[in-house]
């Protein structure tokens, strides 16, 4: 049996859409109303757990890093030189001393000669003139190079150098001049010589020791042209080797 939720009414019959007594609507087959009904699915709707939907986040693409080059070291340059007839195949220069580094004399080879110039010292302290040399190619039968060390330099350059500082106490410029002295005196005592030999006889180039580069550099263009196969006797011949569509190519 249905009762009114308004009123309390009872109802008879589930078919009544209305109560009999207040006339308030009911809901079919129920004496529950439809206003009840509508409350009651608002509050299990209400109640009903929210499902919860795990939404992955798309991830964002990491861009892979570029990768760096490592600088590669230059590999040294080979010194290359061009030979020709109307060039000179090297130069180089060289100090008189180490003392009179600002002195320089000069060596340089082409297809004919070693051109030699260089500056005269005394006991590589005092510049006393230059003397100048051509030497032919086809004279030189071989050149060396050494290195030469001269003990009476190093003696006097140490005496000269605890004269001056003996001198320090009397006038210290004339202290420093003679320590100077002694100094650059002692280092003319390492000397780098180039030997060449023409015709059975010797000539030597004698240079401080930090112009050894140069003078291996020099030795070493000398020998490439004593290694060719040229007959040097013949300068007709010497002279056909020199192809003057290729130059760069002397042998």
């Known amino acids: 049996m249905n009762f009114c939720p308004k009123c309390g009414a009872k109802i008879e019959s589930?078919?009544?859409?209305?109560?009999?007594?207040?006339g308030h609507k009911l809901v079919a087959n129920t004496g529950v109303s439809a206003e009840k009904v509508?409350?009651?699915g608002e509050t299990t709707a209400a109640k009903r757990p929210i499902a919860h939907v795990n939404?992955?986040?798309?991830?964002?693409?990491v861009k892979p890093e570029p990768e760096v080059e490592q600088p590669q070291e230059p590999e040294p340059e080979e010194t290359t030189y061009t030979k020709s007839r109307s060039n000179t195949?090297?130069?180089k220069e060289f100090s008189a001393s180490a003392l009179l580094f600002w002195v320089k004399g000069q060596i340089s080879v082409d297809y004919r000669f070693v051109r030699i110039n260089e500056k005269n010292t005394v006991l590589g302290v005092f510049p006393a003139g230059s003397h100048t040399q051509n030497v032919p190619l086809k004279n030189i039968s071989n050149?060396?190079?050494?290195t030469a060390y001269k003990m009476s330099r190093f003696i006097w350059g140490i005496i000269l150098f605890f004269f001056g500082f003996a001198a320090?106490?009397?006038?210290?410029?004339?202290?420093?001049?003679?320590?100077v002295l002694g100094v650059g005196m002692f280092l003319n005592g390492i000397m780098t010589q180039l030997e060449i030999e023409k015709s059975g006889n010797?000539?030597?180039i004698a240079v401080p020791f930090f112009n050894k580069t140069d003078m291996q550099e020099v030795q070493q263009v000398i020998?490439?042209?004593l290694s060719t196969d040229v007959d040097k006797t013949d300068q007709s011949l010497y002279q056909h080797r020199l192809n003057p569509n290729d130059m760069d190519n002397v042998e």
């Open 38 to 40: 509508s409350s009651v």
């Open 55 to 61: 939404v992955e986040t798309p991830k964002a693409k």
């Open 143 to 146: 050149v060396s190079l050494n």
């Open 223 to 225: 020998e490439d042209a």
């Open 14 to 22: 589930k078919e009544m859409r209305f109560c009999p007594n207040c």
């Open 168 to 179: 320090m106490d009397a006038s210290v410029l004339l202290g420093l001049i003679l320590m």
């Open 89 to 91: 195949w090297i130069k």
């Open 202 to 204: 010797g000539y030597t």
